[in-house]
Protein backbone atom coordinates (compact mmCIF):
# COMPACT_ATOMS: atom_id res chain seq x y z
CA UNK A 1 0.00 0.00 0.00
CA UNK A 2 2.83 2.44 1.27
CA UNK A 3 4.41 1.77 -2.39
CA UNK A 4 1.35 2.73 -3.76
CA UNK A 5 1.11 5.94 -2.42
CA UNK A 6 4.89 6.85 -3.23
CA UNK A 7 4.10 5.93 -6.99
CA UNK A 8 1.38 8.25 -6.56
CA UNK A 9 2.68 11.44 -5.06
CA UNK A 10 6.30 11.22 -4.84
CA UNK A 11 6.32 15.02 -4.40
CA UNK A 12 3.70 14.89 -1.50
CA UNK A 13 5.47 12.66 0.15
CA UNK A 14 8.46 14.42 0.34
CA UNK A 15 6.35 17.21 1.54
CA UNK A 16 5.39 15.59 4.59
CA UNK A 17 8.78 14.56 5.19
CA UNK A 18 10.29 18.04 4.55
CA UNK A 19 7.72 19.32 6.84
CA UNK A 20 8.36 16.64 9.63
CA UNK A 21 12.07 17.86 9.38
CA UNK A 22 11.66 21.30 9.69
CA UNK A 23 9.51 20.56 12.18
CA UNK A 24 11.95 18.67 14.02
CA UNK A 25 14.71 20.88 13.09
CA UNK A 26 12.79 24.34 14.45
CA UNK A 27 12.15 22.11 17.53
CA UNK A 28 15.71 20.82 17.98
CA UNK A 29 16.82 24.74 17.69
CA UNK A 30 14.38 25.65 20.34
CA UNK A 31 15.89 22.96 23.05
CA UNK A 32 19.19 23.93 21.77
CA UNK A 33 19.21 27.30 22.61
CA UNK A 34 17.28 26.71 25.88
CA UNK A 35 20.32 24.37 26.84
CA UNK A 36 22.34 26.76 26.01
CA UNK A 37 21.06 29.39 27.85
CA UNK A 38 21.07 27.36 30.99
CA UNK A 39 25.01 26.75 30.23
CA UNK A 40 25.74 30.34 29.83
CA UNK A 41 23.64 31.51 32.77
CA UNK A 42 24.80 28.82 35.76
CA UNK A 43 22.80 28.27 38.34
CA UNK A 44 23.79 30.03 41.54
CA UNK A 45 21.10 29.37 43.92
CA UNK A 46 17.70 27.63 44.57
CA UNK A 47 15.20 27.80 46.95
CA UNK A 48 11.49 27.22 47.25
CA UNK A 49 11.40 26.26 43.37
CA UNK A 50 13.13 29.32 42.43
CA UNK A 51 16.04 29.68 40.49
CA UNK A 52 18.63 32.51 40.30
CA UNK A 53 20.86 32.05 37.12
CA UNK A 54 23.91 34.79 35.97
CA UNK A 55 25.93 35.36 33.38
CA UNK A 56 29.26 37.38 33.71
CA UNK A 57 31.41 38.40 30.90
CA UNK A 58 33.46 41.62 30.63
CA UNK A 59 31.14 42.79 27.98
CA UNK A 60 27.28 42.06 29.30
CA UNK A 61 25.23 44.72 29.39
CA UNK A 62 24.66 47.22 32.23
CA UNK A 63 23.57 47.29 35.14
CA UNK A 64 24.77 44.20 36.97
CA UNK A 65 21.73 41.70 37.36
CA UNK A 66 20.56 38.22 37.77
CA UNK A 67 17.98 36.39 36.31
CA UNK A 68 15.10 34.20 38.41
CA UNK A 69 12.78 31.66 37.08
CA UNK A 70 10.26 30.25 38.78
CA UNK A 71 7.74 27.89 37.22
CA UNK A 72 6.58 30.11 34.12
CA UNK A 73 7.26 32.96 35.54
CA UNK A 74 11.27 34.85 34.83
CA UNK A 75 12.63 38.05 35.80
CA UNK A 76 15.57 40.30 36.04
CA UNK A 77 16.97 41.72 39.40
CA UNK A 78 19.42 44.80 39.34
CA UNK A 79 21.82 44.17 42.14
CA UNK A 80 22.78 47.70 42.73
CA UNK A 81 19.65 48.87 43.61
CA UNK A 82 18.27 45.05 44.41
CA UNK A 83 14.60 45.87 42.13
CA UNK A 84 12.66 44.29 39.32
CA UNK A 85 14.11 45.48 36.16
CA UNK A 86 11.91 43.32 33.94
CA UNK A 87 9.69 40.35 34.12
CA UNK A 88 6.97 39.06 36.17
CA UNK A 89 6.83 36.46 39.54
CA UNK A 90 4.04 36.15 41.92
CA UNK A 91 4.08 38.46 45.06
CA UNK A 92 5.88 35.85 47.29
CA UNK A 93 8.23 35.25 45.11
CA UNK A 94 9.22 38.68 44.13
CA UNK A 95 9.73 39.18 47.98
CA UNK A 96 11.59 36.63 48.59
CA UNK A 97 14.06 37.06 45.24
CA UNK A 98 14.54 40.68 46.65
CA UNK A 99 15.64 39.72 50.38
CA UNK A 100 17.90 37.26 48.94
CA UNK A 101 19.12 39.93 46.80
CA UNK A 102 19.50 42.02 49.31
CA UNK A 103 21.50 39.22 51.57
CA UNK A 104 24.22 38.56 48.68
CA UNK A 105 24.57 42.20 47.32
CA UNK A 106 27.69 42.66 49.29
CA UNK A 107 28.91 39.63 48.00
CA UNK A 108 28.08 39.91 44.14
CA UNK A 109 28.83 43.69 44.09
CA UNK A 110 33.03 43.40 44.81
CA UNK A 111 33.01 40.49 42.61
CA UNK A 112 31.28 42.65 39.86
CA UNK A 113 34.14 45.41 40.43
CA UNK A 114 37.05 43.44 39.89
CA UNK A 115 36.45 42.83 36.25
CA UNK A 116 39.09 44.68 33.93
Known amino acids: MSALIIAQ???RLMGVFFGFGLALTLTMTSCLLKRLQEVALPTISM??????R????PGEHPPPHFHVYHAEYSGTVD???CEMIEGN?????I???LAWAELHQEAAIPD????P
Open 9 to 11: SPR
Open 47 to 52: FYGIII
Open 54 to 57: MYFA
Open 79 to 81: IGT
Open 89 to 93: LPRKQ
Open 95 to 97: KLV
Open 112 to 115: LART
